[in-house]
């Protein structure tokens, strides 16, 4: 069954310093999102992204956050200038439909960020 | 804001069938009504979708009340791996998916 992947399972960064987060979405997916989820709350929305331009972002996405497609298959998630409260575990999804899907959306085993 | 409602948790016994609720009561006539789960430590999952008809697959039953304002997963022999949190979701044709704190189910052996 295919798969989303994220690279790394677990980041350490210091506060201040940037970090890219990596997913490879399921090949035939159109459109990406990131999600983020601190220790023992929700599943939050961060932003969507389709046609390699966003198209919604949370009130989270902030200045400090950029997303990118850079070569057709990666899709990356930068936050610049880490801070403390950055620190959740970031989930990387594709869909090949927005909302409804067929199939829904997929998510990655997501990327441990811990800011220090 | 999720705009559905489902208990904050629920307890099953294993090989028992599980009804999860959820209410949704202001939805409109596209939203879609999605289902994940996630178990710990683990992304979410997709579980089942619907608009007005009810749904099976392999994991689960979606059951649509008539007038889509509320729905029931259906698990019918829960295991101790269907211990999760659920989520019930409303998404629209062009929405994304917003996760509200969902039902934590456990199951007994």
Known sequence: EPEVTQTPSHQVTQMGQEVILRCVPISNHLYFYWYRQILGQKVEFLVSFYNNEISEKSEIFDDQFSVERPDGSNFTLKIRSTKLEDSAMYFCASSPFPGQGIGGYTFGSGTRLTVV | ?109
């Not at chain 2, 259906?74 to 101790?80: E, V």
Request: glycine content about 6%.
């Open chain 2, 1 to 109: 804001d999720a705009k559905t409602t489902q208990p904050n948790s629920m307890e099953s016994n294993e090989e028992e069938p599980v009804h999860l609720p959820c209410n949704h009561s202001t939805i409109s006539g596209t939203d879609y009504i999605h289902w994940y789960r996630q178990l710990p430590s683990q992304g979410p999952e997709y579980v089942i979708h619907g608009l007005t008809s009810n749904v099976n697959n392999r994991m689960a039953s979606l059951a649509i009340a008539e007038d889509r304002k509320s729905s029931t997963l259906i698990l019918h022999r829960a295991t101790l791996r269907d211990a999760a949190v659920y989520y019930c979701i409303r998404a629209g044709s062009q929405g994304n998916l917003i996760f509200g704190k969902g039902t934590k189910l456990s199951v007994k052996p």
